[in-house]
């Protein structure tokens, strides 16, 4: 299977472009964002839980990196809140368990560097916020290795941010408010992939914005 596989192309899904589709287990399902592969491949997602529902053992060949967007998702090891930011590498293994409100998370799978291999949560809601690089921007890093970067970017209403190119490629999430650059608007919900060498002049309005953000990840030429 493959969606969305052309690394080299820029991908825009909005929610009215969400389509779910059941997962092999009862009560998930799933919207593929983009994919390669069947149930073991390369893999980005949103993925929904019903309340009470279970997903079977599994392990992470590739790794799983996920971020609770509703709900309470637990495993064996903890419960993560909404906000939470999950990195399980390469060799790990949970059985997911879903309680009473359900859940909704971002996931990557198949998708680590072999040499990455924190195991680690983050709390967002509880973590510290650092000054951007312009003013009306806050940012909390999640999550650096190699050229790959990842943190959650809070716009004030009505900032502007410079010009700039995406070495690596850059993906977002909009988790809050309403993301713009020149090329359009884009809603909470929405998940935008950037290629290697893309460009943009981002910005916000009257509402602000909250995005998870991921950098340098992307196939490249140089790689």
């Known amino acids: 299977m493959k969606v969305n596989a052309d690394f080299e192309q820029p991908v825009v899904i909005r929610p009215e472009d969400y389509e ?11 919207m593929m964002l ?23 053992p599994h392990g992470h060949p590739g790794g799983e990196e996920f971020f609770v967007l509703e709900g309470v998702f637990s495993d064996e090891h903890q419960d993560y809140p909404a906000g939470s930011y999950v990195r399980n590498p390469i060799g790990t293994a949970h059985t ?29 809601n509880e973590a510290e916020w650092f000054p951007g690089l312009v003013p009306g921007l ?17 716009w004030a209403p009505n900032t502007l941010f410079k010009p700039h190119q995406h070495w690596g490629g850059e993906e977002i999430l909009v988790l809050e408010g309403t993301f713009y650059d ?8 929405t998940w935008i992939r950037s290629p290697h060498l893309s460009n943009h002049h981002p910005f916000t309005k009257e509402d602000g914005a909250l995005i998870y953000v991921k950098t340098g990840h992307l196939p490249t030429l140089e790689k």
Request: proline fraction near 7%; charged fraction near 30%.
């Open 182 to 189: 020149e090329y359009g608007e884009y809603p909470k919900g």
């Open 96 to 124: 997911p368990r879903i309680g009473t409100e359900g859940a909704t998370i971002f996931v990557k799978l198949c998708q680590f560097e072999k040499e990455d291999q924190r195991q680690f949560s983050k709390n967002t």
């Open 34 to 56: 983009d994919r390669i592969g069947e149930e073991a491949g390369h893999a980005t997602s949103l993925v929904r839980f019903e309340a009470d529902s279970e997903f079977s």
């Open 20 to 30: 779910w589709v059941p997962s092999p287990m009862p009560g998930v399902e799933r």
């Open 138 to 154: 806050t940012v909390m890093p999640l999550h650096e290795y190699g050229t790959e970067h990842v943190a959650l970017v809070k």
